[in-house]
């Protein structure tokens, strides 16, 4: 498996005596998603996977948090660019993104409510403008199987249009 600098650069820096704040947004995001993930996402990883995972995303850009007033997070999304014959196994080998790839794959998605849900997908949005073009993959876990999702960009309006 080739090397990934910047999952290297993400453990580092989660580790850095000089990164204490990061290393704190990144624990806080890490209890918010635990908190709230049903058994079915992080394919049994542990507290630290899923924190070098959150400093991951951070790194290469494709996490938006949402806070509310009293800076108490409401949801989080991350995702990976990449061709459309990715699977999972793409996610669990930590493979680095694909530069100008055909494809988006949703992987983490957590939202306190619907209003939270409708509100990062707009951040989404703006973040990765690509989405609006590009093909949209996810994965379901249901019945103790992953099974691979395709999605158009309906989806997104669909998302937009949540009522509380």
């Known amino acids: 498996m080739p090397e990934n600098q ?3 650069k993400a453990v580092a820096l989660l ?5 204490s704040e990061f290393t704190s947004y990144v624990n806080k995001i890490a209890e918010y998603c635990i908190e ?3 058994g079915k996402v992080f394919d049994e990883w542990n507290e630290e996977t899923i924190r070098q995972l959150i400093a991951y995303h951070y790194i290469k850009k494709t996490l938006v948090v949402l806070v509310d007033e009293n800076k108490e997070i409401q949801g989080v999304f991350m995702w990976y660019n990449c061709n459309n014959d990715y699977t999972w196994d793409f996610v669990k080998e930590w493979k680095e993104d694909v530069e ?10 957590f939202a306190s409510n619907s209003e939270a849900f409708k509100e990062l997908t707009l ?3 703006r973040k990765e403008p690509d989405v609006l073009y590009k093909k949209l993959i996810g994965v379901r876990n249901r019945s103790g199987w992953s099974t691979r999702v395709d999605y158009n960009q309906k989806l997104l309006s669909r998302l937009l249009k949540l009522k509380d």
Do not use: Q, R, T, V
């Open 6 to 8: 910047l999952l290297n």
């Open 15 to 19: 580790y850095s005596e000089e990164c």
């Open 36 to 38: 709230n993930e049903n």
């Open 100 to 109: 100008g790839g055909d494809s988006i794959f949703m992987a983490f998605l």
């Open 123 to 125: 951040m989404f949005i």
